[in-house]
Nanobody
Framework: QVQLVESGGGLVQPGGSLRLSCAAS????????MGWYRQAPGKQRELVAR????????YGDSVKGRRFSISRGDAKNTVYLQMNSLKPEDTGVYYC????????WGRGTQVTVSS
C-alpha cells in the first residue's frame, strides 16, 4: 500500500513563496509520475505540475511560466513544488499524486495566499 505524506502548506502573503514536499512510502518501486494537483473552493481539481520518471515535467495552464517549479528530491520517491510569486488565486488544497501501479493521492495540504 502506498502512502503519500505532504508538507509545506500554510498562509503566505501575495508575492511570497512556499515549498511543498511529498514523500511516497510503502512496498513500491519507482514512480511512473508524481505531481501536484490543487482544488480551490467551488472549483474542480486541476493539475499544477507533474514530473515523469524520466524527468520530463508538465505544468497546468494556470501556472505555466516561471512561478512554479517541480523537482525530484535526493530521496527516492520524493518530489518538491517550489511556488514563487504567489497570488490569491493560487489558494486551495494541494494534493500530491503518485502513479506506481495505480494512482495514489495524498490527503492534501492547504495553501492560502492572502494579505
Amino acid at each position: 500500500q502506498v502512502q503519500l505524506v505532504e508538507s509545506g502548506g500554510g498562509l503566505v502573503q501575495p508575492g511570497g513563496s512556499l515549498r511543498l514536499s511529498c514523500a511516497a512510502s510503502g512496498s513500491i518501486g519507482s514512480f511512473n509520475f508524481m505531481g501536484w494537483y490543487r482544488q480551490a473552493p467551488g472549483k474542480q481539481r486541476e493539475l499544477v505540475a507533474r514530473i515523469m520518471s524520466d524527468g520530463t515535467t508538465y505544468y497546468g495552464d494556470s501556472v505555466k511560466g516561471r512561478r512554479f517549479s517541480i523537482s525530484r528530491g535526493d530521496a527516492k520517491n520524493t518530489v518538491y513544488l517550489q511556488m514563487n510569486s504567489l497570488k490569491p488565486e493560487d489558494t486551495g488544497v494541494y494534493y500530491c499524486a503518485a502513479h506506481f501501479v495505480n494512482l495514489n493521492w495524498g490527503r492534501g495540504t492547504q495553501v492560502t495566499v492572502s494579505s
